[in-house]
Every structure is written in C-alpha cells, then in structure tokens.
C-alpha cells in the first residue's frame, strides 16, 4: 500500500519535533538568579561606602563592563581615572556629586565628547541598583582621583532631595553634613582645591630634605605672598610679574577648564586663598 506524501510529512514533522526536545532535554540547565539586594546601613564610614561602591561597580552595577580605570586605547565608554576630579568641570552649574548623580540616573543628558550614548540607566531593570548602592558608587566614583564627599544620607534629585542641589554631603573631613558650616576654611579650601583641579598641576605637599621644591609649587605660597596677591593670580594670571604671556594664558585656559571661572563662587575662591595662605613650613 502506497503511504500518502502528507503522512510522510506529519511523521516527519513529529520526528523532528520528538528529536529536538529530547536534544533539549539534554542540554545542562542553568537557572540565573536575580541581583540581590544589598543591604546597606545608614552608618558606615566613608571608607566602607568606598568598597563597597568598588564592589557594586565590578559586580552587580557591570560597570567595568565598559569603562576602564587607567587604561588607554580604544575604550567604549570613558575611562574613569581621575572622576573624581574631572567631574566638577564637566557640565556647566553641576558640581561633582550632581554630575556623577545625573551621569548614573540619565545617563544620556550628557555624552562625553568622542563616545556615544547607550549606557544603561542603572537603577532600572535589568541592572537595577537601589538608591543606597548608587551612593556607595558616587563615593567610589569620588575616590578615583578626588576626596568622596557624600555620605549613606545624602539627598539629591533623585532620591527625593528636590529638584536641585545635592544635601547631606560630608564636608572635606568625611564627617557631617555639607549644608552645616564647615569647622575650619582650611578644611574647605582643601577640599575645593582638589574638586577643582588645582592639584593636577600644583602640589602644597613639602619638598624631600635637600630638595628643592617641584614647579608649580605652593607649599610656602602664604610665606611668599599675601591673601590679595593669592587672590589675584587666581582672578587676574594676566598680571602675574613672575608669568610670560603664554604661561599667563595657559593658567587661565586650565582653571577655565577646572570652572573656577564662571562656576566656583567668590566665597569658593577665598576658601582656597585661605587654604593656600595657611602656614606649612611645619609639615
């Protein structure tokens, strides 16, 4: 008896059917939990933010997935060496802390010039971080070059701090909050001459024994000038006697690019006068 073409056709089907379940079934299983949820008190240090940020950044965040930390070459997204630091000069009117906030919640409002858009909002699915591990990655974040500033009650725009500002960020010693005054000028000076970029190119640390101090040194800047002079080689690099015109330009192309001018506030920059003016002959 002659087999109809379409019986041939079902029994291949179910054939075929029956043969690549059963190759399925086969095939080793492998269940992929969720992220978990890390709990995170409010009362660590700084220090434990820190690690804890580096953590999240390696792991669950998949952060060096595509950004690197000191590496050079064709990167997908920029390296963060140095964030820290950089962060405070990078969007006009956003501080450290607001840029890398905004850089983790909408990362697409700003795209570093040379890459393109396409980094993942992380606290949404399928990252998905909470609120608390995005500060402790703010905080490693800050590590990378700078001094981490926010503390496990910082609020910002994003976490129902308002619209604008940052608030509950430590002062420069890690400790209180920013919106208290902070205990000594000098504190703050520090802390606003490493967020803007003056310690890329000036060091205050003293010279080794028998040394002589490196260029661009301003350790022993308060024995050598008083707080207007200080003032006015920040404000006015033009009229530096010490400065060609070129030398002149370069100091004030580089704090434009740090934002000292039109972003840090005159108050700001008498912090750093005062920083800088404070004697260190003893260190």
């Known amino acids: 008896?002659?087999?109809?073409?379409?019986?041939?056709?079902?029994?291949?089907?179910?054939?075929?059917?029956?043969?690549?379940t059963l190759v399925?079934?086969?095939?080793?299983?492998?269940?992929?939990?969720?992220?978990?949820?890390?709990?995170?008190?409010?009362?660590i240090s700084t220090e434990e933010m820190i690690e804890i940020g580096k953590e999240i950044a390696q792991g669950k965040?998949?952060?060096?997935?595509?950004?690197?930390?000191?590496?050079?070459?064709?990167?997908?997204?920029?390296?963060?060496?140095?964030?820290?630091?950089?962060?405070?000069?990078?969007?006009?009117?956003?501080?450290?802390?607001?840029?890398?906030?905004?850089?983790?919640?909408?990362?697409?409002?700003?795209?570093?010039?040379?890459?393109?858009?396409?980094?993942?909002?992380i606290n949404k699915a399928p990252i998905g971080l909470t609120d608390d591990e995005i500060l402790t990655v703010i905080a490693y974040m800050q590590s990378l070059g700078g001094s981490p500033s926010v503390t496990m009650e910082t609020k910002h725009a994003y976490n129902g701090g308002g619209e604008e500002g940052v608030s509950g960020a430590a002062d420069a010693s890690g400790e209180g909050p920013a919106a208290a005054a902070l205990e000594t000028a000098a504190l703050s000076g520090d802390s606003?001459?490493?967020?803007?970029?003056?310690?890329?190119?000036?060091?205050?640390?003293?010279?080794?024994?028998?040394?002589?101090?490196?260029?661009?040194?301003?350790?022993?800047?308060?024995?050598?000038?008083?707080?207007?002079?200080?003032?006015?080689?920040?404000?006015?690099?033009?009229?530096?006697?010490?400065?060609s015109e070129s030398k002149a330009q370069e100091k004030k192309a580089a704090m434009e690019a740090a934002g000292v001018y039109g972003k840090a506030t005159l108050d700001e920059i008498q912090a750093i006068v005062e920083f800088l003016a404070a004697p260190r002959g003893g260190e």
């Open 1 to 20: 008896m002659k087999i109809p073409p379409s019986v041939n056709i079902v029994v291949l089907a179910v054939a075929a059917t029956a043969f690549y």
């Open 24 to 43: 399925g079934q086969l095939v080793p299983q492998k269940e992929v939990p969720a992220p978990e949820v890390m709990e995170i008190s409010k009362d």
């Open 61 to 121: 965040g998949i952060c060096l997935t595509c950004h690197t930390i000191g590496r050079s070459g064709a990167l997908r997204f920029p390296d963060l060496e140095g964030i820290g630091t950089r962060a405070a000069s990078r969007i006009p009117g956003l501080n450290g802390v607001q840029y890398l906030v905004q850089s983790l919640y909408e990362p697409d409002a700003y795209v570093v010039e040379g890459f393109n858009p396409g980094m993942p909002t």
């Open 192 to 243: 606003l001459f490493k967020s803007y970029g003056c310690a890329e190119c000036h060091s205050i640390a003293p010279p080794a024994a028998g040394e002589a101090p490196p260029p661009r040194s301003l350790h022993d800047v308060g024995t050598r000038l008083d707080h207007n002079a200080i003032l006015a080689t920040i404000l006015d690099p033009d009229n530096i006697p010490t400065l």
